[in-house]
């Protein structure tokens, strides 16, 4: 995650230009109607979106990995919902949730 994540998540209509990899090289344009958020409040969204991001890993993971529709289609139809349960627990317990006891 970086700057214009942050600037996005905490000022999605702001306008703004960004010419470098710091704070300092961030431009608020003037028809913004908030000011801009203060370099604190950029890093500490950054460092929360960075967490998000982290912990989503299992929903990234496990959407590699399930079957296609069609597939599960076709499990569900020849081994009924319990297969087709079966077929995604394998997928779900393979990556937990984070926190998760299984």
């Known amino acids: 995650m970086n700057i214009a994540d942050a600037l996005q ?3 999605p209509r702001a306008v703004w230009t960004h010419y470098g ?14 000011p801009p958020p203060t370099e604190e ?10 967490a998000e991001y982290e912990y989503n890993q299992y929903q990234r993971d496990r959407a590699s990995e399930y079957p296609s529709i069609k597939e599960q289609l076709d499990v569900l139809y020849h081994q009924g919902y319990d297969g087709w349960k079966a077929s995604i627990d394998e997928v779900k317990n393979k990556y937990p949730k984070p926190g998760e006891d299984l």
């Not at 990899?21 to 908030?34: R, S």
């Not at 409040?41 to 960075?50: F, P």
């Open 9 to 11: 998540s905490l000022r």
């Open 21 to 34: 990899g710091g704070y300092g090289d961030l431009v608020w344009h003037d028809e913004n109607e908030l």
């Open 41 to 50: 409040e950029v890093q500490v969204e950054v460092e929360r979106l960075q």
